[in-house]
């Protein structure tokens, strides 16, 4: 198998970089090595010819998703060494071929649209992936692209619009405005989004089949496309990051969009809540006390802890609506998790210890991985108190990340497996990482596409 990549730009250089894949025990010296967290991916040589660079890449055996897609970033990586005119990739494998185009696409994606003349991409594969490897392409490229609009682009209603746009005729998917969610009573949306001139939405996504009554499994994603902190605002240094807070929804959105072009072997449903977190003289403040949409009584003590709110109501209302056996909600939820966990891995929490386990084993199959933190009644305690039945951050400085999942969970219907994943650490790197060009990352939808495959498969066969 050979694939061309062609470079976008007019050079007038005819400089090839050719690439090929060596299937084979390792005797050779004087090679270099591409190492992550210290662990062999393969070695390589490089080589001058006539007509370009030959860089040959050596693997013991066959490479499986992930390493692939390390090679593919690699070769892009390296492509930046020079000007290359084309790109010339040669493996025996045609899945192996299609793992590594992916991987290099993946990489060369950069959101630049506001910059003249800019393209996304600065090669362009002369051929096509698989079809599975192009809709986890297009859902990536989506996810990227929502989180990296700006707030004064993407806000509640132009996100509703765009998914009706773009997934409506594929999945059944209903809008709620503020008057729907007003009559509905999800209460917790409404107070975060009341200091913001722009109108709340809830965007649902059914199950294929309008016969399912219960679902395998419900997506819920925290869309807040702006968050000034409210009230208790932010500083002004890094706020406009503040444009990302709205990436766990983009998660599940760009999530239906791929599960509804695979059909796969199970029932799925999701939810989003979309608002803005603005300070106003309508905002709600400190102080003020919100009846849930499941009748819990909420107080806040601080409107900068405003997502695990838009999960409350997310999670309640979808619970009822889809009677889910399995939730999985993705946030940028809390400060917290960075200081633990750094950039690397996203916050786990979950009541399950099976669904932890596969979320953990696809984090490693993915790079996107995962680490389960600490949940127990000691941090639940942290959010009661006795003038209300649950305040929305704890008493004190610590535990931030654990006693939101904490919140969280008091919504969760009982005997249903769930698991939150805070992703603020996770989503947006200003430095890229080996995958991603910096920026958005695309960061929950590999992890999704692997643990969906392979948890609904063991959980069939048993």
């Known amino acids: 198998m050979i694939s061309i990549f062609k470079n976008l730009d007019k050079i007038s250089t005819n400089i090839i970089l050719f690439i090929k894949i060596n299937i084979e025990n390792i005797n050779k010296s004087n090679l270099k090595s591409f190492k992550i967290n210290n662990e062999l991916i393969f070695n390589y040589s490089i080589k001058t010819k006539s007509t370009g660079i030959e860089v040959t890449i050596f693997i013991k055996t066959l490479p499986g998703p992930l390493n692939s ?16 005119s084309k790109i010339s990739i040669q493996t025996k494998s045609k899945d192996v071929s299609d793992f590594i185009n992916f991987g290099f696409i993946r990489k060369d994606f950069i959101f630049n649209k ?23 392409n297009n859902s990536i490229v989506m996810l990227k692209n929502l989180v990296s609009e700006p707030s004064n682009i993407l806000y509640p209603e132009s996100y509703a619009d765009f998914i009706k746009d773009n997934l409506a005729k594929r999945l059944p998917v209903k809008i709620l405005n503020k008057k729907d969610i007003t009559k509905i009573g999800l209460n ?7 200091g913001s001139q722009k109108e709340p939405r809830v965007v649902t996504f059914g199950p294929k089949d309008p016969k399912v009554k219960e679902v395998d499994i419900l997506f819920v994603g925290k869309g807040v496309c702006f968050d000034t902190g409210g009230i208790s605002i ?24 791929l599960l509804s072009s695979i059909n796969p072997n199970f029932t799925y449903a999701g939810i989003i809540g979309l608002v803005e977190n603005m300070p106003s003289g309508t905002a709600y403040k400190p102080g003020d006390i919100i009846k849930s949409y499941k009748g819990i009584n909420v107080e806040v003590l601080n409107t900068d802890a405003e997502g695990r709110l838009v999960l409350a109501d997310c999670i309640t209302y979808g ?18 998790i960075l200081v633990a966990l750094g950039q690397n891995y996203a916050g786990l929490f979950s009541n399950d210890d099976e669904l932890s386990e ?3 084993k696809s984090g490693l199959n993915t ?18 108190s006795q003038f209300v039945d649950l305040k929305n951050i704890s008493s004190g400085r610590y535990a931030g990340a654990t006693t939101a999942a904490q919140f969280i969970k008091r919504f969760v219907p009982p005997k249903t497996k769930w698991a939150h994943l805070d992703i603020a650490g996770t989503t947006w790197k200003n430095q890229g990482d080996v995958f991603n ?11 999704m596409a692997d643990f969906v495959y392979n948890y609904f498969k063991n959980i069939k066969e048993k």
């Open 437 to 447: 060009r910096p920026g958005a990352t695309g960061f929950g939808l590999l992890l």
């Open 367 to 384: 790079n996107e991985k995962v680490w389960r933190m600490p949940m127990d009644s000691d941090f639940d305690k942290m959010m009661s």
């Open 358 to 360: 596969q979320l953990y």
């Open 234 to 257: 932010k500083p002004s240094n890094g706020m406009e990051e503040m444009k990302w807070d709205m990436g766990g929804s983009a998660v599940v959105t760009a999530l239906m969009n």
């Open 188 to 194: 917790c949306i409404l107070a975060v989004n009341q």
């Open 69 to 84: 897609n390390y090679i593919g970033a690699f070769i892009f990586d390296f492509s930046q060494k020079l000007i290359f």
């Open 114 to 136: 506001y910059l003249s003349k800019a393209k996304s991409s600065q090669f362009k594969l002369q051929g096509r992936l698989s079809k599975y490897s192009n809709s986890l």
């Open 319 to 336: 619970s009822e609506l889809y009677k889910p056996k399995v939730i999985i909600d993705f946030a940028t939820l809390t400060g917290s």
